[in-house]
């Protein structure tokens, strides 16, 4: 417990200096993320005995990441969405052609789409941290921390609340340790820190409850799917980076699939 709650301050202060400091340090950051993931997904499928290229896929999501990044930076007009397509078609097209010589199989096929997932996940997804960053003051460091601040108060109020309270399952067929009652109370923590920070920094009220509420439901999604991926490869933790949290996909699950959804949210109050 004492390793977990050390290494959750460490690399929580630490990330939120990169998130602070945005620019070159959190593309860095966000690159390594990435790489890590990349890696991380790799020795899920593998052990699920489904076939991906790592070496194909590595260097394509840092392209993307950098795409991004050029783009953002510059304001150039190809965007998200055009990269999306773009590198998608470079995924499939590159996949095709590194199996094409072994012929046309069942295994070629869930290669060929096990590295389109890769691609998203956590590829595309991660880079929602740059997106949100690269929006106009006063909205760009300050969604950003009080996304994160949602995603882990939620996070940490599952874990505590569920220990200590939890005895309803929750999903005891994927995650058996998940309780209903850890599950509220990590939407009702994440609710509150992220009030607290959004009536500091001045953020509409309803729009910063209703966003805790849907970030809170979608990230606790995001920690199941990622323990159906685990369960289905017979792996405890996607990787041993960060000690008594596991891995990047272990730390960052819930992370994946809120960010996009509080990014298009944050879009309504720009607007």
Not at 54 to 70: H, K, T, Y
Not at 150 to 170: E, M
Not at 178 to 199: C, D, H, Q, R
């Amino acid at each position: 417990m004492k390793t977990r709650i050390l290494t959750g301050i460490i690399a929580g202060v630490l990330f939120l200096y990169f998130l602070l400091k945005g620019g070159i340090l959190l593309v860095l950051a966000v690159g390594f993320l990435v790489a890590l993931g990349t890696w991380e997904l790799s020795r899920l499928m593998q052990a699920a005995g489904i076939e991906n290229k790592f070496s194909l896929m590595i260097p394509i999501n840092l392209l993307f990441l950098l795409g991004q990044a050029v783009s953002l930076h510059y304001n150039l007009s190809l965007g998200c969405c055009g990269l999306i397509g773009l590198f998608s078609v470079l995924v499939l097209l590159f996949s095709f052609l590194s199996d094409y010589r072994m012929g046309i199989t069942e295994t070629s096929l869930v290669s060929t789409f096990a590295n389109l997932f890769t691609l998203i996940y956590p590829g595309i997804l991660f880079t929602y941290i740059l997106l949100i960053r690269a929006f106009p003051e006063p909205y760009g460091w300050e969604i950003l921390i009080f996304s994160f601040l949602v995603i882990w108060g939620n996070d940490t109020g599952a874990y505590f609340i569920g220990s200590a309270w939890g005895k309803t399952p929750l999903i005891p067929r994927i995650s058996p340790k998940k309780t209903v009652e850890g599950a509220v109370g990590g939407l009702f923590v994440g609710v509150i820190i992220g009030s607290i920070f959004g009536i500091i920094v001045k953020l509409p009220l309803g729009w910063v409850v209703g966003t805790c509420l849907v970030a809170g439901i979608v990230g606790q999604l995001g920690d199941i799917f990622e323990s159906f991926l685990k369960r289905s490869a017979e792996i405890k933790d996607s990787g041993s980076f960060l000690p008594g949290h596991g891995g990047v996909l272990d730390r960052f699950d819930s992370t994946l699939f809120a960010l996009p959804i509080i990014y298009y949210l944050a879009l309504l109050i720009m607007h």
